[in-house]
Structure formats: structure tokens, C-alpha cells
């Protein structure tokens, strides 16, 4: 059984990262066209009242965001990509709204390389 649960792990890691993949091909076809997803990181951002989905609803549309997932009524979290000079701005707008937020992804080049 242990056998079976490692290889369920591995083939979920290898999901993400392909998804990861496609992901970064996508964005290439998009505004962030870039070489490199170095430094770019993944926020993983927890709304919880009507007003944060409004206000994250906002902030999709900015083209430098890229978001992985939909702003939903039901949404517990939404992934947000976010290219290294904008990352502050994005703790700061979730911040100043009181919007909890984690880093999913640290270094997204590191992830798909």
C-alpha cells in the first residue's frame, strides 16, 4: 500500500508540473511575454466575504496578473501568477484589503525547469 500512495504522489507531482508547463506556454501566447518565469511567483489568496471575490475580480483585470484559477461565489482560494516586479504590489493590495494570501510558489522558472 505504501508503494501505491508514493506512486499516486508522483503522478499528482507530475500533473502539477505539467500543468505548470502549460501554463507558461499559455502565458507566453499572452501580455506577459517573457523568456523567463524566474522570480515569478504563485499566490495562493483566500477570500472570504463578497466584497474580497469583488475586489480580486478587480485585480483579474490587470494584465500583468495571471490567474490560474476562476473568482467564484463558491471559491475557497484563487491562484494568482504574478511577475516579479508586481509582486509587492499585490501583498499590498491584499493587505491594505485585509485579504489572506500565502505564496504557493516561490520561483515558478525553478518549478518548471
Given at each position: 500500500?505504501?508503494?501505491?500512495l508514493?506512486?499516486?504522489?508522483?503522478t499528482?507531482?507530475?500533473?502539477?508540473?505539467?500543468?505548470?508547463?502549460?501554463?507558461?506556454?499559455?502565458?507566453?501566447?499572452?501580455?506577459?511575454n517573457?523568456?523567463?518565469?524566474?522570480?515569478?511567483?504563485?499566490?495562493?489568496v483566500?477570500?472570504?466575504?463578497?466584497?474580497d471575490r469583488?475586489?480580486?475580480?478587480?485585480?483579474?483585470?490587470?494584465?500583468?496578473?495571471?490567474?490560474?484559477?476562476?473568482?467564484?461565489?463558491?471559491?475557497?482560494?484563487?491562484?494568482?501568477?504574478?511577475?516579479?516586479?508586481?509582486?509587492?504590489?499585490?501583498?499590498?493590495?491584499?493587505?491594505?484589503?485585509?485579504?489572506?494570501?500565502?505564496?504557493?510558489?516561490?520561483?515558478?522558472?525553478?518549478?518548471?525547469?
Amino acid at each position: 500500500s505504501f508503494c501505491i500512495l508514493s506512486a499516486t504522489q508522483d503522478t499528482m507531482k507530475l500533473l502539477v508540473v505539467l500543468g505548470l508547463i502549460a501554463a507558461a506556454a499559455a502565458i507566453e501566447d499572452s501580455y506577459l511575454n517573457v523568456e523567463s518565469f524566474k522570480g515569478f511567483q504563485v499566490f495562493r489568496v483566500s477570500p472570504q466575504t463578497e466584497d474580497d471575490r469583488n475586489y480580486i475580480k478587480v485585480l483579474e483585470r490587470r494584465p500583468y496578473y495571471d490567474f490560474w484559477s476562476e473568482v467564484r461565489k463558491d471559491s475557497a482560494t484563487v491562484d494568482i501568477m504574478t511577475p516579479p516586479e508586481y509582486i509587492h504590489q499585490l501583498e499590498t493590495d491584499l493587505e491594505v484589503r485585509g485579504i489572506s494570501y500565502e505564496v504557493m510558489i516561490p520561483d515558478v522558472d525553478a518549478v518548471i525547469q
